[in-house]
């Protein structure tokens, strides 16, 4: 099971992951189920992740390369409506 926690607090967010793979009774490993992408000033991104771990480095993958490429729309150049 994972665990990804987000909490507001007065001072902004605390944010936290467990690093706990399992591929069997045997087979336990880790790997960091917080990315953290630099970004613009303007705005701080962070992925919490749970599922499918190939998925998940498939996602952060290539989250990462769009904004190394500048492709048009990417995590610097989104747009925040809210």
């Given at each position: 099971?994972?665990?990804?926690?987000?909490?507001?607090?007065?001072?902004g967010l605390v944010l936290v992951s467990d690093s706990r793979t399992?591929?069997?009774i045997?087979?336990?490993?880790?790997?960091?189920?917080m990315h953290v992408f630099?970004?613009?000033?303007?705005r701080k991104l962070v992925l919490l992740n749970a599922g499918n771990l190939a998925t998940t480095q498939a996602?952060?993958?290539?989250?990462?390369?769009?904004?190394h490429e500048n492709v048009p729309i990417n995590l610097?150049?989104?747009?925040?409506?809210?």
């Open positions: 099971m994972t665990y990804c926690i987000a909490v507001s607090v007065d001072e399992n591929a069997g045997d087979s336990v490993s880790t790997y960091g189920k630099a970004t613009h000033p303007d996602v952060a993958e290539q989250l990462r390369r769009d904004k610097n150049t989104v747009c925040k409506n809210f």
